[in-house]
């Protein structure tokens, strides 16, 4: 346990430092509407990085983090000089065209470079849970000064068009060019939105929605990394699922928190949800009787976590046969497993296999394997057969559910009685407006 | 035109019977061009997927035959995406070398393209390692279909391509058969002197960790043992408990290095060097992947020198 600790603490640790700067911008580029820049600046930098390594500096040198960042301030110029434009072509539109070019003229100039795509590679794809003091130490300071810094110009210059958009989308490029390299770009996209979407859902001033998002952020981040551990999945990919997740239960508590809206909320999602599951069932019991021999996605989820239905339409006899062969399948594949084990520790344990034995075991590997297809084909076409014979039988339950499930009674909406106070923080401004309004 | 004591004349013009400096120089061009053109023309074109494939294919074809590859070298031979310029050169080539076992798939819409082209399956007569029949399942570590493709890192396994190579260039140039079967026996007899000092160079290598199931010919070959894998599919991240589990079993095995390739991540490696005292090995898996591995056997000596103890 005191190992799991230890190996989770610094990418809990960075997870804080990331979620930290990473929620601010990330309310900044929810107000400017430019929701997919830090991907565009991510790979203006490999590009630049890549530049760098064509022309002869070392990967990981001074040379090449100059270069990125010089490629990270030309491409900020080059945002900040295009938002005129905005009215009529969306920023969004620019940054996709940033994207894509940078990324297409990376792949051009790692053609000319060995192990180039390495390095581009580097640059884009972090590994939280890899990541090291000698990383933290000077990120920490980085975005901390970048933070700072970020906030004391920007109300300095605030309203001198150019060179205020220019500042964020440098400041911005430092952090990006940086954090993509730590976490990697998806997670680096998650920790940029959805806290600060989070914290914009439920505050309407900045300061609020920089504290709900940093303790959502981190929140989420700490379960993220258990869920992680616990279930053995991709520590990014796990986090980036959290974060989904997260955003969805804040978008559920944003909707129960509407004034006089928590029992219509209630009673719509249970129509819909009570349509949407008669209109599967319904759609379950009509694809059964035309085709029972395909795919049944119901059915066999269904099958999946109560294994038992399959006794309602199997007859014992099918059940048998079903039964026998998987028992076969499963003696093939353990002794399909005996076989690579075996082979592989022969590798370098006792006397080595020569290349006769070799290739009997590929060729009894490879045997077994089609024997296991056979039994699962044998499980299948037991099964479908049964589906079959009983379509009209298994269609007409399907539609009953259906029906029962259209028949429930609904739930009321509870309206709150008048004069009733709204929830904290949801009052409707003195001046009329809505918050969506201002 | 009349050759005899008179200089030649290459036109009919009355006043060219001298030789000018120009003439004298249009005259040793041509010359040049048959002694260096027309054998480049009579040479067999074969094209290679990958650096070492074309490094076997010169060591059998030699001087008659052009070889070439497609993939870069250095590039990571699974992710390549070809080149408008590589179906010219399939197409202008008599036969296509692949390392097959589903290593090189995207040469399949290639081939479509090419009709005519023979191709030569080096994979063909190679006891394959991590076999799997019917394509690859949920369970599958390694996303291979019919084994584990890389089969060349065990010299030994050079007999068997550089067989397949010699068959195919004797059955499409009969009349230099024999002289591939002696560049053959050269190279296998080159490689044989090399075989027992590599052998002993990897003796008490240790227990090892890789980033990606890439060894289990390398493996075999030299008695390695690899315990563990960083990868365990294919640009999946690891987990944290399956990164705790490898901590555990490098303390546990005393793993003496972490071994990884030029393309592949230098993270993770290193976090898990760090922590267990084992050193990180950098790898070539094919010709080209650093720059002392220049044809085969300079690559198999790099290998056994950046893993020997």
Redesign the interface.
Known sequence: MI??LA??AL?ALACVALVGIHAYFGLHVLRRNVIFVDLALAQVAALGATAAFLLGHAPQGLAAHVYALAFTLVAAALLASTRAWSARVPQEAQIGVIYVVAAAAALLLV?RA??G??HI??IL???I??V?WEELRWAIPLYAAVGLGYRFLARRLDGRGWLSEFLFYAAFGVVVTSSVGLAGVLLVFAFLIIPAAIGVLHADEFPRQLAIAWVAGVATALVG?GV???????????LVCTYGAALAVAGVAYGLRLPHSSGATFEIAGRLGRWVGAAVLAASAIWIVVSPRTDQPVLDLLERVFPAIRSAYMDDKALDIAADAERHRERYGEEARKL?AL??ER???GE?LD?IE??K??SF???Y??MM?GEEFVVREVRDRAREARRWWIGAVFTLFAASVLASPSIRSRRPKAGSPTPAGMARPADGRSIADR | MQIGSRPIALSGDRDDRRVTPAKAGAQCLALLACAFILPAIAQLKIVATTAEMHSLASAVGGEAIAVSHLI?????AE?FQP?PQDLARIRAARAVLRVGVDYDLWLERLLRQAPGVVVIDASTDV????????GVGPGDGHAHGR?NPHYWLDPANAEAITGTILEALAALDPPNARRYEANRLAFLARLDAKMAQWSSALRGAGALIAYHDTW?YF??RF???FVGFIETRPG?????????DL??IAKEEKVRAIVRE???????A??LA?RTGARVAVLASGV??VREAVDYISLIDYNVRALAP
Do not use: C, M
């Open positions: 190992d799991i190996l989770l990418p053609d060995p192990q795509a390495e590679r580097q794809t972090g590994n849970l890899t090291g990394l992680s551990y616990a279930g053995d999945f991709s520590t990014g990919a796990t690579r082979e592989a590798r370098w344990k080595p290349e070799v290739r075991i590929g590997l490879k045997s394997n089609e297809k | 870069p070298a250095g590039e990571d992710s080149r006891a394959l390692l991590d076999v799997r029949a019917g084994g289990p493996a075999r008695r390695l043992r999946i991240a690891p987990s944290a408990a399956h990164l705790a901590l555990r030029p393309h592949q991540p230098p993270r993770d290193a976090f760090e080209g992947a």
